[in-house]
């Protein structure tokens, strides 16, 4: 089952933070986060595993709180290099060995 | 380390023709997967494999067939091409499953008129 993502596109000016949020219906083992660029392969971001973990690296960071099978990125203080398509994808305990995908959020970071 | 590799780039294809996308990586993962994204959409899981020989069935695997006879090969076969397969695909490899991060491949872009 498809994880849902929200919002499904965000609007910064550099400088401001944005949450992007990833919830499922299914209990989880794991969450994937990547960025795509127009025209270009998603790039990983980090994976957060059945555990309720947090990951950070730089000025981005991830939840993943295993109670609401939810996880949430965080995007501080963002960059114009930030911009791109997030997509969250989950591996569900009930089918593993499946990773699949939301259908993304549109980050636009303007000067 | 060339990574994931995909061949072709860029694929036209008529209605009814078939045709084999290739995807090849050389890190030793024992998981690949191949996945679909039509304009403005996201990736769709059409079919994967856990080790040489093991294949299953993603989310949209009509119309597709793979094999992995070898770690490092993963090919998508298309059997009888439709305009709906109009897409890109990508092929992924990670080192034993979706508890790892994805490498993804540069990507195929087909047309199908």
């Known amino acids: 089952q498809q994880p849902v993502q929200s919002p499904q596109a965000v609007i910064l000016r550099e400088g401001e933070d944005a949450v992007i949020n990833c919830s499922s219906s299914k209990a989880l083992y794991s969450v994937h986060w990547y960025r795509q660029k127009h025209g270009e392969a998603p790039v990983f971001l980090m994976i957060l595993l059945k555990g309720g973990e947090q990951k950070g690296h730089d000025k981005i960071s991830a939840s993943f709180n295993e109670k609401k099978q939810q996880s949430s990125l965080y995007l501080t203080a963002s960059q114009l290099s930030y911009s791109g398509t997030y997509f969250c994808g989950t591996e569900q305990v009930d089918s593993s060995y499946k990773l699949i995908f939301g259908s993304g959020t549109r980050l636009l970071v303007r000067p | 380390?060339?990574?994931?590799?995909?061949?072709?780039?860029?694929?036209?294809?008529?209605?009814?023709?078939?045709?084999?996308?290739?995807?090849?990586?050389?890190?030793?993962?024992?998981?690949?997967?191949?996945?679909?994204?039509?304009?403005?959409?996201?990736?769709?899981?059409?079919?994967?494999?856990?080790?040489?020989?093991?294949?299953?069935?993603?989310?949209?695997?009509?119309?597709?067939?793979?094999?992995?006879?070898?770690?490092?090969?993963?090919?998508?076969?298309?059997?009888?091409?439709?305009?709906?397969?109009?897409?890109?695909?990508?092929?992924?490899?990670?080192?034993?499953?979706?508890?790892?991060?994805?490498?993804?491949?540069?990507?195929?872009?087909?047309?199908v008129t």
């Open chain 2, 1 to 111: 380390n060339a990574g994931v590799t995909q061949t072709p780039k860029f694929q036209v294809l008529k209605t009814g023709q078939s045709m084999t996308l290739q995807c090849a990586q050389d890190m030793n993962h024992e998981y690949m997967s191949w996945y679909r994204q039509d304009p403005g959409m996201g990736l769709r899981l059409i079919h994967y494999s856990v080790g040489a020989g093991i294949t299953d069935q993603g989310e949209v695997p009509n119309g597709y067939n793979v094999s992995r006879s070898t770690t490092e090969d993963f090919p998508l076969r298309l059997l009888s091409a439709a305009p709906s397969q109009t897409s890109v695909y990508f092929c992924a490899s990670s080192k034993t499953g979706p508890a790892y991060e994805q490498y993804f491949g540069p990507g195929t872009r087909l047309t």
